[in-house]
Nanobody
Framework: QVQLVESGGGLVQPGGSLRLSCAAS????????MGWYRQAPGKQRELVAR???????NFADSVKGRFTISRDNAKNMVYLQMNSLKPEDTAVYYC??????????????WGQGTQVTVSS
């Protein structure tokens, strides 16, 4: 059994910053690609950023230069630092991680989501 738990969402003014965290726990052998997605009301879920086990990253064009993604392999955690936030960043943010469990079975898991609201 594997669980992903996100934290760090909230209400912030335009131009502000937030840091999201996602902790993976359970029968984990290792984590491959770790990422963040978001879904705004009435829109499809979209990739925000992801980071491979080797540290390679890619970002949605809309967040390049404002968001950074990092990971702590020892703790099976992934972080999303969001700066210069805009109202259009408002969405539910989901953690997504490719987990290899102790049986060496690989599967993507989703967190429950954390709300980010950017508003004055």
């Amino acid at each position: 059994q594997v669980q992903l738990v996100e934290s760090g969402g909230g209400l912030v003014q335009p131009g502000g910053s937030l840091r999201l965290s996602c902790a993976a726990s359970g029968s984990i052998f290792s984590a491959n690609t770790m990422g963040w997605y978001r879904q705004a009301p009435g829109k499809q879920r979209e990739l925000v950023a992801r980071i491979t086990s080797h540290g390679s990253t890619n970002f949605a064009d809309s967040v390049k230069g404002r968001f950074t993604i990092s990971r702590d392999n020892a703790k099976n955690m992934v972080y999303l630092q969001m700066n210069s936030l805009k109202p259009e960043d408002t969405a539910v943010y989901y953690c997504n991680v490719d987990i290899i469990d102790v049986s060496r079975w690989s599967q993507y898991y989703w967190g429950q989501g954390t709300q980010v609201t950017v508003s004055s």
